[in-house]
């Protein structure tokens, strides 16, 4: 009998003072529990909007990790809170799947390309002092951690524009550079801060000091795909990586970015990409034109661990981020095979479906932000 959608709930977890993670939980008819997560910074409400839509419309419906979401639902979605929603059923379909054939994800994906999936550390998050030494105090812990490689999104305040903070960021990026020496790796992230003219100024300032890649520089419209192109013969001049794409969905989002040859990578987000046979579809496209793939990644560890099974399957995969250090709750709340990294990589969830879970307990106290079937529980 096939097995079909019998609740979908979502629920938050308040992670930091800056970060509330969403999670999804599906039950099916035959009573297992898969799980997604559709984090998306400071749209909660969003979100509970697009789950109040979508949920009757695929409850009673298969549990089957075959169906293409994106399809039935409406294709290219340009609409991140149901994009999220989408991609969190999706993932857990895949969870329940893997657990009913005792399949582990990565199995169930194909043949693993790698059994330890290299990280790098995203250190800006567990950053609260915004400064040089700020900066550089969470290196050195990371670094002292295993870490190799690591992200800061140093501007904080910048605008397209106006160059107002921009060399606070260089100081700080400097600052990072010198606690972790010359070997190590630094990306810098601008969260499409800057117009071309500062884009360009930042770009040779950082230059300077040695930085892997330069990550989305600016907002990611059809009027700035020249300059996205100027931009990125500029870093590759100076042994730089362009790096971008991180809120896009479908394989139809990324395609004018792959096609134009924009960004060195792409950085696609189980999140919001629309699934994880479309997290593939992307990968392999963009390997067929010669660009890596780096998943985005820094939210709750249900999104961490669908993104280590990717990171042993997807075509081109390069490195994955990892939210470092932001709380201890990222392992505290997780139940089941959810992997700690170690010098600077971490191994693969080894039991039969996503192969992690939440805890009971913790989900006892967490706000539920609306629900099937289930009742509503107590708010945190």
Not at 297 to 325: C, K, M, R, V
Not at 343 to 359: E, I, K
Request: net charge negative; hydrophobic share 45%.
């Amino acid at each position: 009998m096939t097995r079909t959608i019998a609740d979908i709930d979502l629920l938050e977890y308040r992670a930091s003072e800056k970060t509330v993670w969403v999670f999804l939980r599906v039950a099916d008819s035959a009573g297992a529990v898969g799980w997604g997560e559709a984090t998306l910074a400071g749209q909660e409400t969003q979100l509970a909007t697009a789950h109040a839509k979508l949920e009757p419309t695929l409850r009673g419906t298969a549990a089957d990790s075959r169906r293409n979401l994106l399809t039935e639902l409406g294709a290219a979605i340009s609409d991140r809170a149901i994009a999220a929603i989408v991609s969190a059923v999706d993932q857990a379909l895949w969870d329940l799947d893997g657990q009913h054939s005792g399949s582990a994800l990565h199995v169930m994906l194909g043949a693993s390309a790698r059994s330890q999936v290299p990280l790098y550390a995203n250190i800006n998050r567990r950053t609260l002092a915004r400064t040089p030494e700020g900066f550089a105090a969470s290196a050195q812990k990371a670094m002292a951690d295993g870490f190799g490689t690591f992200k800061i999104a140093p501007f904080d305040g910048v605008s397209p524009g106006s160059a107002a903070g921009i060399a606070h960021g260089i100081a700080c990026a400097t600052a990072v550079r010198d606690a972790i020496g010359p070997a190590r790796a630094l990306y810098v992230d601008c969260h499409w801060r800057f117009d071309e003219t500062n884009a360009v100024d930042a770009l040779d300032a950082l230059a300077e000091i040695g930085i892997g890649w330069f990550e989305c520089p600016l907002p990611e419209r059809s009027e700035n795909f020249a300059a996205l192109g100027r931009l990125r013969a500029r870093a590759n001049a100076r042994g730089i990586l362009l790096a971008g794409c991180e809120t896009e969905t479908a394989l139809a989002g990324f395609m004018p970015y792959i096609e134009r040859g924009l960004y060195d990578v792409l950085m696609p987000d189980v999140k919001y990409a629309g699934g994880l046979a479309e997290m593939a579809r992307i990968s392999d496209c963009a390997a067929r034109h010669g660009v890596a793939i780096a998943p985005h990644n820094p939210s709750g560890p249900i999104s961490h661990a669908y993104s280590l099974h990717l990171g042993a399957t997807l075509a081109g995969f390069s490195t994955l981020e990892h939210q470092y250090d932001e709380t201890p709750a990222f392992f505290d709340i997780a139940t089941g095979d959810l992997p700690r990294p170690a010098n600077g990589t971490s191994r693969l969830p080894g039991t039969a479906g996503l192969g992690v879970g939440l805890d009971p307990d913790v989900l006892a106290n967490i706000g539920t932000i609306a629900s099937g079937t289930h009742q509503q529980e107590s708010p945190g």
